[in-house]
């Protein structure tokens, strides 16, 4: 079970960092993602990084603003939020274990962690 942190209230413009920590023994295998949703709509994709971390793809939304990254030595992946805007506000949400890279598909999920970008 994928756990997030860093979540809160920062200006626009400003960055913050997400963490979601996972326990067990596959992590290093396993593609990751980020995902957010706001209230009323579908959760959307914002970036996924492969096991091994060579690998990443972005949102068109966040291209050049976000970096994802892991660390597969403590099992946490990372969301780098630069530049932030208002319209980035939504809970953010830490997906593990790709079923499908390219359908952008994911086994397990963590419970989320609210980002609010004040104007």
């Known amino acids: 079970q994928p756990v997030e942190s860093g979540g809160g209230l920062v200006q626009a413009g400003n960055s913050l960092t997400l963490s979601c920590a996972v326990s067990g023994r596959t992590f290093s295998t396993a593609a990751m993602a980020w995902f957010r949703q706001v209230p009323g709509k579908e959760r959307e994709f914002v970036a996924q990084?492969?096991?091994?971390?060579?690998?990443?793809e972005y949102a068109d939304s966040v291209k050049g603003r976000y970096t994802i990254s892991r660390d597969n030595a403590k099992n946490i992946l990372f969301l780098q939020m630069n530049r932030l805007k208002p319209e980035d506000t939504a809970v953010y949400f830490c997906?593990?274990?790709?079923?499908?890279?390219?359908?952008?598909?994911?086994?397990?999920w963590g419970q989320g962690t609210q980002v609010t970008v004040s104007s």
């Open positions: 990084i492969s096991h091994s971390g060579e690998v990443t």
């Open positions: 997906a593990a274990s790709a079923t499908s890279w390219r359908n952008r598909e994911y086994s397990y």
